[in-house]
């Protein structure tokens, strides 16, 4: 099983310039995230989206954009890069709508760095 | 914003020590959750506890849920190299309705070094 999938795992840009992740999970979940991960910063909640159709801000929002898709794909975006933004990003994806219980699917991460 | 204090921040152990690390928080949870991380992937969920005071053993795994809700520990016994990486406490809080998205807190995280 697939599980939850990311694109690109790798990528470097330069500061100003756009870019869009990717997320796309098989597992039927109806609630999906993403969180960026800095060294001694633990895991910070960037947008989420409760079901198909809705999003909402997290922790850290600013300078991203998200789509959801349809039910399987959250897509994350990066209008105008900023070195701030050089991390490793997680998406992650729950079956719960409502009573959730914060068990969490996480993809592999994609690890962008901005010069 | 909620702030959960892992400690320790790092540990480095022989192979078959026990190891024990925990997390405090200001606020109190609902489930408390342990993930860890190994080297270049993505979190995976050891262990969910749901009601204070309570205490689950996966395997060589044992964590509790604080009494007070604001706090919880993870234990690991007799360890071993592929205990090595990065374990994350992560707090859930439902508000008064009962419904939530899933939106978790996590702690800073620790990372364990298992020397063979």
């Known amino acids: 099983n697939a599980g939850v999938t990311q694109t690109p795992k790798f990528q470097v840009l330069k500061t100003g310039q756009s870019m869009t992740l990717q997320c796309a999970q098989d597992?039927?979940?109806?609630?999906m995230y993403w969180y960026r991960q800095d060294p001694g910063m633990g895991l910070r909640l960037i947008y989420y989206?409760?079901?198909?159709?809705?999003?909402d801000k997290g922790e850290v929002p600013n300078g991203y954009n998200v789509s959801r898709l349809n039910k399987r794909e959250f897509s994350l975006r990066l209008e105008s890069a900023a070195p701030s933004q050089t991390s490793v990003y997680f998406c992650a994806s729950t079956p719960w709508r409502g009573r959730g219980t914060g068990e969490l699917f996480f993809g592999e991460g994609s690890r962008l760095t901005v010069l | 914003g909620q702030q959960l204090n892992q400690s320790p921040q790092s540990m480095f152990i022989q192979e078959g020590e026990d190891v024990s690390m925990n997390c405090t928080s200001s606020?109190?949870?609902?489930?408390w959750l342990w993930y860890k991380q190994d080297p270049g992937e993505g979190p995976v969920l050891l262990i969910a506890?749901?009601?204070?005071?309570e205490l689950t053993s996966n395997g060589r795994l044992t964590a509790q849920f604080g009494i007070t809700r604001k706090d919880s520990f993870l234990n690991i016994s007799a360890s071993i190299p592929s205990d090595v990486g990065i374990y994350f406490c992560?707090?859930?809080?439902?508000?008064?309705?009962?419904?939530?998205?899933?939106?978790?807190?996590f702690g800073q995280g620790t990372i364990l070094t298992v020397h063979p």
């Open positions: 606020s109190i949870f609902n489930t």
């Open positions: 989206s409760a079901s198909e159709g809705t999003t």
């Open positions: 597992m039927n979940h109806n609630s």
């Open positions: 992560a707090g859930h809080q439902s508000n008064a309705g009962g419904t939530s998205y899933g939106k978790l807190t």
């Open positions: 506890l749901y009601k204070a005071g």
